[in-house]
């Protein structure tokens, strides 16, 4: 039941932009439906990508769900991956360092400074057209991997002080009205049913995993798109012992703003809540990907706040800022 209440506030979420992005989806004009129905002559044939792409290009729509998604493609090039996550290697410092994680009996020593490194992909495991019926389904595999390491840190002699892996199996459904329209709109444009596994591979006591099962909507909004999520966790025998009050502290759903990259670079925030009141505890991650680019990559600021900067670091809270180079469009 909190499940769904947490569900209901995402939506009424969404209903809070601005009017413009509650209308249906407009008609689109008559040279934009020519060229739609040119590229659907393309399907599955080469060119169509290509096409499409060229099409989303002339519309300039800001941080549009239907490209992070492919929504509009039948299919992705073989062994084709694209951007999950905001990938980036920064330096990054806390105001509160964890020397001492849960059940650590001594202080480890570690520097308030380190690189953090984050890599994240897709790739499809089936196609739309391989689903019967409307073509309207897309099965998805990802990896996300993050890395904090102590590069600093002589004394330690420059440990990886952790990192986790984190592999899902998403279900991908294009919930539009009217397929490759791509206004905003109150009504959904995709949803996701994921399970998701997160572990950082380490030994006792300083071992920590979970399994999910999520249900995430998505919009598309005049300023971006909108990911909101919750989730399940799985009550297994290896969480209880790890970390069996996770759900507390790492919280029960998240939102995910984000931008297209533009004039000012793009933005990616990243909310996430235990959906409780007493005691409610939460994570905000901010993520801007600069244009400027002097060797041909792109800044990239980080700003977070809460608990769960790590997953060793689950029930611990700081503020961490970071400063390197982002990786892959978003």
């Known amino acids: 039941m909190t499940g769904m209440r947490s569900l209901a506030a995402a939506i009424l979420l969404a209903l809070s932009v601005p009017a413009g992005a509650q209308e249906k ?28 792409r060229e099409l989303s290009s002339r519309q300039a729509r800001p941080g549009s769900i239907a490209d992070e ?61 391989q689903f019967p019926g409307e073509n309207r389904l897309r099965l998805w ?4 991997q993050q890395s904090n390491w102590q590069w600093l840190n002589d004394e330690l002699s420059r440990p990886l002080r952790d990192s986790y892996y984190e592999p899902e199996i998403i279900l991908t459904y294009d919930s539009r009205a009217e397929r490759h329209q791509d206004a905003p709109s109150v009504r959904p444009a995709m949803a996701n049913l994921g399970i998701v596994h997160q572990s950082n591979g380490r030994a006792e006591p300083e071992s920590r995993t979970w399994w999910r099962t999520y249900l995430q909507l ?32 790492m919280g029960r759903g998240d939102l995910v703003f984000r931008t297209r990259n533009g004039e000012w ?31 041909n990559i792109p800044w990239h600021l980080q700003l977070t706040s809460g608990y769960g900067e790590t997953l060793l670091d689950y029930n611990h809270k700081q503020t961490t800022f970071g400063v390197g180079f982002s990786f892959w469009d978003w």
């Open 25 to 52: 989806p407009a008609a689109a004009a008559p040279q934009l439906r020519r060229d739609i129905e040119e590229c659907r002559k393309l399907e599955d044939k080469p060119g169509e990508i290509e096409c499409y």
């Open 69 to 129: 998604w492919w929504l509009n493609q039948a299919s992705l090039p073989s062994a084709h991956l694209v951007p999950y996550r905001p990938t980036y290697l920064i330096v990054r410092a806390t105001d509160n360092i964890n020397q001492q994680p849960t059940r650590v009996a001594e202080p480890q020593g570690f520097q308030a400074t380190e690189l953090k490194m984050l890599i994240s992909f897709r790739g499809e495991f089936v196609a739309p057209r």
């Open 141 to 144: 595999y990802a990896y996300t």
């Open 218 to 249: 998505g919009w598309q909004l005049e300023a971006g798109s909108l990911l909101a999520r919750v989730w399940r966790t799985w009550q297994e025998s290896g969480m209880e012992a790890d970390n069996p009050d996770i759900n507390s502290y």
């Open 265 to 295: 670079g793009g933005l990616n925030v990243l909310l996430r809540s235990n959906l409780r009141t007493n005691p409610h505890r939460g994570f905000a991650q901010f993520d801007w990907r600069l244009p400027w680019k002097p060797f």
